[in-house]
């Protein structure tokens, strides 16, 4: 655990590096759909607000998750540093609590007017590849950010599980983003446990019913729970994904991407 605590910076690059490479490999040999030139446009959009979304992070925390674990357990706030739980009961469960939380986050994102105006963006992408794991506008990832402070505050996780948490739910945003074709008894076989690019891929249609279902990343059973959980589209593999109010080319550029939940219309 060490370890991971003290490589976090380079633990985190890495894997952000190899989980994109490996996906758009995979794209490029089983996919779904094939690309159209637009995409790589895209591209550059969606890298973009990585970036901008990174500076804006550093510029107005001067602590993120990890600092704020650390925080919770010197002064014991949290359910698993009050009770001092440790050992793998700890670990498991810690997982699964802010695996829900991230589920919970989510929905709120669609069910909530104000935070559904930045959320969308997200949704907006024309395509649905490794690069839409990855698109979220700014103010977005403030209140994620601040929204994860709050359920650290309450789980109390250990540092190195913070790390491990992040690094695992970015990696599963670029993989249930990917444009990657699983047969599918596979695929319903895997669905038993993680979210796959084929379930998620209904949660971007542009068909309403279905971009308010299947809000996991990691584990699928948070659908299956609440009820969130679709198996199929209703247009099959002619499913059609992203926004009518963003097939406008005027909307398609990052300054007006940024500037568009601010937008009254």
């Given at each position: 655990m060490d370890y991971i605590i003290n490589n976090e910076a380079k633990l985190r690059l890495s894997a952000f590096l190899f989980m994109l490479s490996l996906i758009f490999l995979i794209e490029l040999i089983f996919?779904?759909?094939?690309?159209?030139?637009?995409?790589?446009?895209?591209?550059?959009?969606?890298?973009?607000?990585?970036?901008?979304?990174?500076?804006?992070?550093?510029?107005?925390?001067?602590?993120?998750?990890?600092?704020?674990?650390?925080?919770?357990?010197k002064y014991n706030i949290g359910i698993f540093n009050y009770?001092?739980?440790?050992?793998?009961?700890?670990?498991?469960?810690?997982?699964?609590?802010?695996?829900l939380g991230i589920w919970l986050q989510h929905l709120l994102f669609h069910k909530v007017g104000f935070l559904w105006r930045f959320h969308k963006i997200h949704h907006s992408d024309e395509e649905v590849d490794f690069t839409t794991g990855i698109r979220f506008h700014p103010i977005e990832i403030i209140i994620s950010m601040i929204y994860k402070f709050i359920l650290i505050a309450i789980?109390?996780?250990?540092?190195?599980?913070?790390?491990?948490?992040?690094?695992?739910?970015?990696?599963?945003?670029?993989?249930?983003?990917?444009?990657?074709?699983?047969?599918?008894?596979?695929?319903?076989?895997?669905?038993?446990?993680?979210?796959?690019?084929?379930?998620?891929?209904?949660?971007?249609?542009?068909?309403?019913?279905?971009?308010?279902?299947?809000?996991?990343f990691n584990f699928s059973i948070?659908?299956?729970?609440?009820?969130?959980?679709?198996?199929?589209?209703?247009?099959?593999?002619?499913?059609?994904?992203?926004?009518?109010?963003?097939?406008?080319?005027?909307?398609s550029s990052i300054f007006m991407l940024l500037f568009k939940p601010f937008s009254n219309k």
């Open positions: 996919p779904i759909y094939i690309r159209k030139i637009k995409s790589y446009k895209r591209w550059i959009i969606n890298f973009s607000f990585v970036l901008i979304n990174t500076l804006i992070l550093r510029f107005l925390f001067p602590i993120l998750a990890v600092s704020f674990a650390s925080i919770c357990i009770f001092n739980f440790n050992g793998l009961f700890s670990v498991v469960v810690s997982f699964l609590f802010l695996d789980i109390g996780p250990s540092i190195a599980l913070v790390i491990i948490f992040e690094i695992i739910l970015n990696a599963s945003s670029i993989f249930n983003h990917g444009n990657i074709k699983i047969k599918r008894k596979y695929d319903l076989n895997f669905r038993k446990l993680i979210v796959t690019p084929n379930m998620h891929r209904i949660h971007h249609s542009e068909e309403e019913k279905e971009t308010n279902s299947n809000y996991g948070w659908d299956r729970v609440f009820g969130t959980y679709r198996e199929n589209s209703a247009k099959g593999d002619d499913l059609i994904v992203g926004l009518e109010e963003f097939k406008d080319k005027n909307t």
